[in-house]
Each structure stands twice: as structure tokens, then as C-alpha cells.
């Protein structure tokens, strides 16, 4: 019972990070192309909430050890630095 449910929370992450690098790719085509800067920050800041809910669920079943720890550690320190960049941007009028 423990190994299937570890395995279901394992496979919802998985949903999640992929939304994660579709949000990634987004901001990263929203900076080459539009300058959008809040759509960049809105796409990761949708990178932040996909890694945390991630680890969230994991912490609602008693005993069970989350994994993928590091990799959300990594991914968010990433997160936040871009975030911060990304705040830094300054975008003329004109778009470019």
C-alpha cells in the first residue's frame, strides 16, 4: 500500500514538473520575443507553485520521505534568481 501511494504522489510530481518546464519555455519565449515581463514573471512564479505543491503533497502522508527534495532545492534556488532578474527588467514601450 505504502510503495502505491508513494507511486502515485511520484507520478503527480511528475505531471507537475513537466508543467514546470513548459513554464520555463514560456518565459523564455515571452523574453526573446514580447518583453512581456509580467507574463515572464507570471510563468515563474507558475514554476515556484508546481515544485512547491509537489513537495506539499508529500508532506500530507505521515512517514512518507520526499524524494525529490534536492531536485526541488535546485529548481527553486534557479526560480528564485530568475525571479529576481526578472523583476530587475526593464522593458521599453516600444517592446524591445
Do not use: P
Request: one cysteine or more; hydrophobic letters at 40%.
Amino acid at each position: 500500500m505504502r510503495n502505491r501511494t508513494m507511486q502515485q504522489y511520484l507520478c503527480m510530481c511528475c505531471g507537475m514538473y513537466t508543467d514546470t518546464f513548459s513554464s520555463l519555455r514560456a518565459a523564455a519565449a515571452l523574453l526573446k520575443t514580447t518583453k512581456n515581463k509580467d507574463g515572464i514573471m507570471a510563468d515563474l512564479s507558475a514554476v515556484a507553485r508546481s515544485s512547491r505543491s509537489c513537495e506539499n503533497n508529500f508532506q500530507e502522508v505521515r512517514r512518507m520521505k520526499f524524494h525529490l527534495g534536492w531536485v526541488n532545492s535546485s529548481l527553486m534556488k534557479m526560480v528564485k534568481n530568475s525571479m529576481a532578474v526578472g523583476s530587475r527588467l526593464q522593458i521599453n514601450c516600444s517592446g524591445t
